[in-house]
């Protein structure tokens, strides 16, 4: 009896096993594809899409890239940022933020990502040092400090309200915006932001 419960525990071990196996196999035979405009892409193997939880998951990089739009890493956000070069040229349609906006009823800031999506590719973020940022778009560049009333667009100091920091994510003021051109609105509960 003591042999016969031996050979039916190692028959069940060997067939879990096997089970594990040709799973294992049949799942690593069979790698995911990424095709776009009808070319598949030619992604590194530690990079390919996976299957987590019934979803793909695929590269974000890879992806953009061979739709033409660029990709970046924000730090501030933190969040992958991606931008096309058809979006948002001079009068651009109006970027649509939601309710993502605060106001005092007389100035209006908004998540500092949104204003990477008016000005659209080629916009850069980056912090150089504690509380200090600088955006730059094409030729034009701001720097501004969290908590202070100043800000310099292309080396002048403008006056504006105050940037800060609301559940960690940063708000800046649209006026630091005003002189490369942005505008806001709020319609209804939606704040528009206006590339002239």
């Known amino acids: 009896m003591f042999t016969r419960n031996r050979r039916w525990l190692f028959t069940g071990s060997l067939l879990t096993l096997l089970f594990f196996c040709l799973t294992a196999y049949s799942y690593g035979a069979s790698p995911i594809h ?17 299957l987590v939880n019934g979803r793909v998951m695929v590269p974000a990089r890879y992806v953009a890239e061979a739709l033409g739009a660029t990709v ?7 969040a992958v940022v991606i931008n096309s070069e058809a979006k948002n040229d001079s009068n651009s349609e109006p970027t649509r933020l939601g309710s993502s906006y605060l106001t005092n009823g007389r100035d209006i800031w908004v998540p500092f990502h949104s204003i990477q ?26 720097e501004f400090e969290l908590g202070n009333g100043t800000a310099k667009a292309n080396g002048e100091s403008i006056s504006i309200p105050s940037a800060f920091i609301v559940q960690g994510m940063v708000y800046v003021p649209v006026k630091m915006f005003q002189p ?17």
């Open 117 to 142: 999506q008016c000005f659209g590719a080629g916009t850069d973020t980056e912090s150089i040092g504690e509380n200090k940022y600088v955006i730059t778009f094409g030729k034009n560049k701001i």
């Open 72 to 78: 970046s890493w924000n730090n501030l956000i933190p």
């Open 34 to 50: 990424i095709v776009v405009n009808g070319k598949v892409l030619d992604i590194p193997t530690k990079e390919t899409p996976i």
């Open 180 to 196: 490369f051109g942005v505008r806001a609105h709020i319609d209804g509960d939606t704040c528009v932001l206006q590339r002239n």
